[in-house]
């Protein structure tokens, strides 16, 4: 893919991270209500702090694509939240399962961006 894309596809999600982060820790934005089915388990998780956890990560990962430094990392530890959110809308919230996928599809794409950093690290 043309670095040009790539770097546009880079400030685009990083740009996301960094609202949907910041909006998860400030509340400027309601999101969606939840399912009836799903409310235990987003009682637990905003007991727990979980979301809170989720947040950081979004925003350090946005950070991280914003200015280029340890990117790749951060779309490692990224991927954990694209997963566990495709699992959960595939379990309790099938309706709402689009932003999922896109948040899975730029994540994989970062993490093709970013594939010779991962050469050691998988190295036999």
């Not at 990224?78 to 709402?96: C, E, F, K, Q, R």
């Not at 994540?107 to 998988?122: A, E, F, G, Q, R």
């Amino acid at each position: 893919m043309n670095s040009k894309v790539l770097m546009v596809i880079r400030i685009i999600f990083a740009l996301a991270l960094l609202f949907f982060g910041a909006n998860k820790l400030f509340h400027f934005m309601d999101p969606p209500p939840p399912p009836d089915e799903a409310m235990g388990y987003w009682t637990a998780l905003m007991s727990t702090k979980t979301m809170t956890l989720v947040a950081i990560v979004e925003i350090a990962a946005g950070l991280a694509l914003l200015l280029n430094k340890y990117a790749a990392l951060m779309m490692v530890i990224l991927m954990s939240v694209s997963v566990n959110a495709i699992l959960y809308h595939l379990a309790m919230d099938i309706d709402n399962i689009v932003m999922a996928i896109v948040l899975l599809v730029l994540n994989i794409v970062m993490l093709y961006n970013y594939k010779d950093s991962y050469k050691d690290l998988l190295k036999g």
